[in-house]
């Protein structure tokens, strides 16, 4: 009964407090005639401070922190540092770019042009978004592995299980945003979320995995933030690519890939217990 009191005041106010502050930034930026991106740094919004669109952009940008205070409400509360090994820390590094390297050569070799933005921007701007999403999209993990992903775990008999269902729940959350992004494609809006979908999920097992080996909030916020920046990188480098998909196609190898090297369900009787770091 507790556990599941704990899950919805959890579910409540992270889709509560993201949805209504997404929405709302959207519409008042409507209101405004003021554009609201996903894409600004905190560094970009506060540049913005008196503007007319800087009261929709920082609620589109609070937004992001309903996880963090759905965890701090639910009141279950896990070590943030935790014990990351070196290959931990090589997975939450690596993972990244061997995600988007491929969509790099792909778009590279089919003549995508390149951007304008000299090499020295281009790494000031890279360094500065990792750092904005750290701090932003990060904290995302005191929800998604630091409360909701255990939750599963406990009540769930596979580790896959509990990866899908959280990687659903976690690709939902995202959904108002997918839709203010996209909806101007018309039906293709529909196989584009379920790509995106189905790229989370992935992301939600490698994560996932990152976590249950090291305990680490702190690991899995610094590998989601790595994972952004590497999109974020390819787009700034070569806006006009169509090969972005590739990251998400990569991420599936790479959750093949570590599934047959760490086997996380030879153990599949895991239900009450503590996940095994086998």
Same mark, same amino acid.
């Given at each position: ?6 899950? @919805?005041?959890?579910? !409540? &106010?992270?889709? %509560?407090?993201?949805? +209504?502050?997404?929405?709302? $930034?959207?519409?008042? *930026?409507? =209101? ?70 491929? @969509?790099?050569?792909? !778009? &590279?070799?089919? %003549?995508?042009?390149? +951007?304008?933005?000299?090499? $020295?921007?281009?790494? *000031?701007? =890279? ?70 979908? @189905? ?80």
């Amino acid at each position: 009964m507790e556990a599941r009191r704990s899950a @919805a005041i959890y579910l !409540t &106010v992270s889709f %509560g407090w993201t949805w +209504a502050l997404w929405i709302g $930034g959207w519409w008042l *930026g409507d =209101v405004r005639q003021a554009q609201v991106t996903p894409q600004m740094t905190l560094v970009d919004v506060a540049a913005m401070a008196g503007a007319v669109g800087f009261l929709p952009q920082l609620l589109f940008t609070l937004g992001v922190f309903g996880p963090l205070l759905g965890y701090l409400a639910a009141g279950r509360y896990r070590p943030v540092w935790g014990r990351p090994t070196p290959e931990t820390v090589l997975l939450a590094i690596s993972v990244p770019v061997v995600t988007v390297v491929p @969509a790099f050569a792909i !778009t &590279v070799a089919s %003549g995508v042009p390149m +951007a304008g933005v000299s090499a $020295g921007a281009a790494a *000031g701007a =890279v360094g500065v978004y990792f750092v904005s999403n750290l701090l932003t999209s990060g904290t995302e993990e005191f929800g998604w592995r630091g409360y909701l992903h255990p939750a599963l775990r406990e009540r769930e008999p596979t580790f896959w299980a509990a990866v899908w269902k959280g990687g659903l729940v976690w690709a939902v959350w995202h959904y108002p945003l997918m839709v203010m992004l996209y909806w101007q494609l018309g039906f293709v809006m529909v196989p584009t979320i379920a790509g995106f979908t @189905a790229s989370i999920v992935a992301m939600a097992w490698i994560t996932a995995l990152v976590y249950e080996r090291s305990n680490s909030i702190a690991l899995a916020a610094l590998l989601h933030a790595l994972n952004n920046t590497a999109g974020f990188a390819l787009l700034l480098l070569f806006p006009e690519t169509p090969f972005t998909v590739v990251t998400a196609g990569m991420a599936w190898v790479v959750v093949a890939v570590l599934e047959r090297r760490y086997r996380v369900d030879r153990q599949p009787s895991l239900r009450g217990g503590s996940p095994s770091n086998a």
